[in-house]
């Protein structure tokens, strides 16, 4: 079946620096890819997010960039800071159809180091 | 607003009991979903529902079921409890899921354990 696979499942910074995380997905048709924040105790959260008709995007700190060929995808946050740590999920989804179809990567914990 | 609400936030229930997770939205959301997240597994669909009177299956639907009676309100029921249904449970909103930039909200969750 679908899968979304995601990397690394653990990484810790300094704050100031980048971090980056990888996801590949598995169905071709997807063509929506949100990234979500999820802090100790709370939901999920989208802070951005991608369709297929576009190669990057970019909001302040963060940025994600898709390519579709390989099919994979990745979340850069550049200067961490403290209030970055939390668990970022990827997930890739196809909008349009009658079919409601939205599958999670398994989570990456950032700790960002002060 | 308050968004979505979630009702218990933490719930311990015996094998074979049955209950009612609850949730809510004040957003005037068509679409709402159930969601278990599960460590190493991320989150994975249960059911979820277009709008009032629809509902559908998602990825792991087995053990539950769920209603849509009105549009503020998804409540999910797990109708025997296992303890294999011990997950951290996540409702979710969103205007309507099939147009563009659509973004999903999500409730705070509802930590379950089954004995």
């Known amino acids: 079946g679908e899968n979304v696979e995601q990397h690394p499942s653990t990484l810790s910074v300094q704050e100031g620096d980048s971090a980056v995380i990888k996801c590949t997905y598995s169905?071709?048709?997807?063509?929506?890819f949100p990234w979500y924040k999820q802090e100790l105790g709370k939901g999920p959260q989208l802070i951005i997010d991608?369709?297929?008709?576009?190669g990057e995007k970019k909001d302040q700190r963060i940025a994600v960039t898709l390519n579709k060929t390989a099919k994979h995808f990745s979340l850069h946050i550049t200067e961490t800071q403290p209030e970055d740590s939390a668990v970022y999920f990827c997930?890739?989804?196809?909008?349009?159809?009658?079919?409601?179809?939205?599958?999670f990567g398994t989570g990456t914990l950032l700790a960002v180091q002060p | 607003n308050a968004g979505v609400t979630q009702t218990p936030k933490f719930q311990v229930l015996k094998t074979g009991q049955s209950m009612t997770l609850q949730c809510a939205q004040d957003?005037?959301?068509?679409?709402m979903s159930w969601y278990r997240q599960d460590p190493g597994m991320g989150l994975r669909l249960i059911h979820y529902?277009?709008?009032?009177?629809?509902?559908d299956q998602g990825e792991v639907p087995n053990g539950y079921n769920v209603s849509r009676s009105t549009t503020e309100d998804f409540p999910l029921r797990l109708l025997s409890a296992a303890p294999s249904q011990t997950s951290v449970y996540f409702c979710?909103?969103?205007?309507?899921?099939?147009?563009?930039?659509?973004?999903?909200?999500f409730g705070p969750g509802t930590r379950l354990t089954v004995l």
């Open positions: 997930a890739a989804g196809y909008y349009g159809g009658a079919t409601n179809k939205l599958i």
């Open positions: 991608i369709r297929s008709n576009v």
């Open positions: 957003m005037n959301h068509e679409y």
């Open positions: 529902s277009v709008g009032a009177g629809i509902t």
């Open positions: 979710a909103s969103s205007y309507s899921w099939l147009l563009p930039g659509n973004e999903q909200f």
């Open positions: 169905d071709s048709a997807s063509n929506y």
